[in-house]
């Protein structure tokens, strides 16, 4: 069974890859090594910018994910470990230790009582906004070279995988 890679809203298997593109240049090797580069440069500074407000890397992105939910979103653990890509006992692990520093609490739904649901206590809210504030500051120092970074990696070979998706969905 090939596995299935979802890239702009196509499915492509592993196998179209590879049919697509059998080679892979030392441009391509060196733009996915700078973008991840990149990547880990920001995430570095980001775990780093969360200790530095006595927090673990992990609960700065619960709180953060928390915060950033989509519009209708109900705030669960089960829907923040999916935002996280965490399993669910991790998830509980990180609320309780947010909810016994007094970042998050917990409170039942009004309808389903058995639900419980997260939101941020004045203290998670002050404390996440000073991240993000320094976030959207690193971002606006770094991004110019994650970005160029990202169209570097996504333009690597001349046959990229995205143009030849586009022309078999245009065959269909």
Same mark, same amino acid.
């Given at each position: 069974?090939i596995?299935?890679?979802?890239?702009?809203?196509?499915?492509?298997?592993?196998?179209?890859?590879? !049919?697509?593109?059998?080679?892979?240049?030392?441009?391509?090797?060196?733009?996915?090594?700078?973008?991840?580069?990149? %990547?880990?440069? @920001?995430?570095? @500074?980001?775990?780093?910018?969360?200790?530095?407000?006595? %927090?673990?890397p &992990?609960?700065?992105?619960?709180?953060?994910?928390?915060?950033?939910?989509?519009?209708?979103?109900?705030?669960? %653990?089960?829907?923040?470990?999916?935002?996280?890509?965490i399993?669910?006992?991790?998830?509980?692990?990180?609320?309780?230790?947010? &909810?016994?520093?007094?970042? !998050?609490?917990?409170?039942?739904?009004?309808?389903?009582?058995?639900e419980?649901?997260?939101?941020?206590?004045?203290?998670?809210?002050?404390?996440?906004?000073?991240?993000?504030?320094i976030?959207?500051?690193?971002?606006?120092?770094?991004?110019?070279?994650? !970005?160029?970074?990202?169209?570097?990696?996504?333009?690597?070979g001349?046959?990229? %995988?995205?143009?030849?998706?586009?022309a078999?969905?245009?065959?269909?």
């Amino acid at each position: 069974m090939i596995a299935q890679l979802v890239l702009a809203n196509d499915n492509i298997s592993l196998y179209d890859i590879y !049919v697509m593109r059998r080679s892979i240049t030392s441009a391509d090797y060196e733009s996915l090594a700078e973008l991840r580069y990149q %990547i880990r440069r @920001f995430l570095h @500074f980001s775990e780093e910018a969360a200790r530095k407000v006595a %927090i673990e890397p &992990a609960q700065h992105q619960l709180m953060l994910a928390l915060k950033g939910l989509p519009m209708g979103t109900r705030p669960t %653990i089960a829907i923040l470990a999916e935002r996280l890509q965490i399993r669910h006992h991790s998830t509980v692990e990180l609320t309780n230790r947010l &909810a016994a520093g007094g970042y !998050v609490r917990r409170h039942r739904d009004g309808d389903d009582h058995r639900e419980v649901l997260l939101s941020l206590t004045s203290k998670g809210e002050k404390v996440l906004r000073e991240l993000s504030l320094i976030h959207e500051a690193e971002l606006r120092v770094r991004g110019p070279a994650l !970005v160029a970074a990202l169209k570097l990696a996504m333009r690597a070979g001349k046959g990229s %995988i995205a143009t030849k998706a586009t022309a078999k969905r245009k065959r269909r």
